[in-house]
């Protein structure tokens, strides 16, 4: 997966600057980080990070290794849901 939003973040940032071209490199810079913000952060985080450890805790920890705790796995959703929102509130 990390592979996979590496490459829609690039491919959206040039969509991007296809269709609006900034004035200076620190447009472009600020473009690329955007999106890297948005799909390496923002996308895994609720979709990988909280959605898996609320709505499916036991699957998740036997995937990482982890003893079952629905308590734990639900502070580390919302942790990952917390990062996955301010992925997207960079926009």
Do not use: C
């Amino acid at each position: 997966m990390g592979f996979i939003s590496i490459v829609a973040g690039v491919i959206a940032a040039l969509i991007h600057l296809l269709l609006r071209r900034p004035k200076d490199r620190g447009g472009v810079v600020d473009v690329f980080l955007l999106y890297a913000l948005v799909f390496n952060v923002g996308v895994p985080g609720l979709l990988f990070g909280f959605t898996q450890h609320v709505f499916n805790p036991e699957r998740t920890a036997a995937l990482i290794g982890w003893p079952a705790s629905p308590h734990f796995q639900y502070e580390g959703g919302l942790h990952d849901g917390a990062w996955g929102i301010l992925g997207f509130l960079s926009i």
